[in-house]
């Protein structure tokens, strides 16, 4: 069984920064695509950013230039570095991720990490 683990959340001032990790765990083959999700209250979900197995990256408009992700297959674990963090960035931000197991291909989702930004 595959399982997704965040962690990195927490309280944070404007300006501050964070670094959230995910890590895969359990029996599964290759890991393609991984992306980071948020979901503010209130709000629907939203995609914040993303990157390929071939370590092609891509971000929501809003994070552009303040937020990286990055991956480490040998740990099959991403990250995301948040900086110059604003109040608009708090929310619950979860990782999903496209693995390959002997069913298929599927996608997991982590349990979520609370982002909160405020002075």
């Known amino acids: 069984q595959v399982q997704l683990v965040e962690s990195g959340g927490g309280l944070v001032q404007p300006g501050e920064s964070l670094r959230l990790s995910c890590a895969a765990s359990?029996?599964?083959?290759?890991?393609?695509?991984m992306d980071w999700y948020r979901q503010a209250p209130g709000k629907q979900r939203e995609w914040v950013a993303g990157i390929t197995s071939g370590n092609n990256t891509g971000y929501t408009d809003s994070v552009k230039g303040r937020f990286t992700i990055s991956r480490e297959n040998a740990k099959n674990t991403m990250y995301l570095q948040m900086n110059s963090l604003e109040p608009e960035d708090t929310a619950v931000y979860y990782c999903r991720m496209i693995i390959a197991t002997m069913g298929g291909r599927t996608m997991y989702w982590g349990q979520g990490t609370q982002v909160a930004v405020s002075s």
């Open positions: 359990g029996s599964f083959g290759t890991i393609d695509d």
